[in-house]
Nanobody, 129 residues
Framework: QLQLVDAGGDLVQPGGSLRLSCTAS????????VGWFRQAPGKEREGVAC????????YYADSVKGRFTISRDNANNRVYLQMSKLSPEDTAVYYC??????????????????????WGQGTLVNVSS
């Protein structure tokens, strides 16, 4: 069974950058599409980005397009979220998640309730001066 561990959250100043990582164990990450979600205090969880297995197609929420980049390193069972031009509105707990099918994960990023195969425990990103 796939297990995910998020890491990399930190306190960062507005305009700064940060890279999150999601490390998989228990199964081959190559078989899964992987994405990132976030939940800010008092708000509902929202989708951020996802990347397919195979051709590594990516999809981004409009709120992060052009600022965030998702990538994967299958050899090391990791997925990264490189975040730049951070603003206080990006403050949230960030979670990675995986699904066998990119279509399912992309729908979840867009807000469609979906059953995903695995979730990380979350890592806190705090953008503040």
């Amino acid at each position: 069974q796939l297990q995910l561990v998020d890491a990399g959250g930190d306190l960062v100043q507005p305009g700064g950058s940060l890279r999150l990582s999601c490390t998989a164990s228990g199964d081959n990450m190559r078989c899964y599409a992987v994405g990132w979600f976030r939940q800010a205090p008092g708000k509902e969880r929202e989708g951020v980005a996802c990347i397919s297995h195979g051709d590594e197609t990516t999809y981004y929420a409009d709120s992060v397009k052009g600022r965030f980049t998702i990538s994967r390193d299958n050899a090391n069972n990791r997925v990264y979220l490189q975040m730049s031009k951070l603003s206080p509105e990006d403050t949230a707990v960030y979670y990675c998640a995986a699904a066998r099918f990119m279509s399912v994960l992309r729908d979840a990023i867009r807000g469609t309730p979906s059953n995903l195969d695995a979730w990380g425990q979350g890592t806190l990103v705090n953008v503040s001066s």
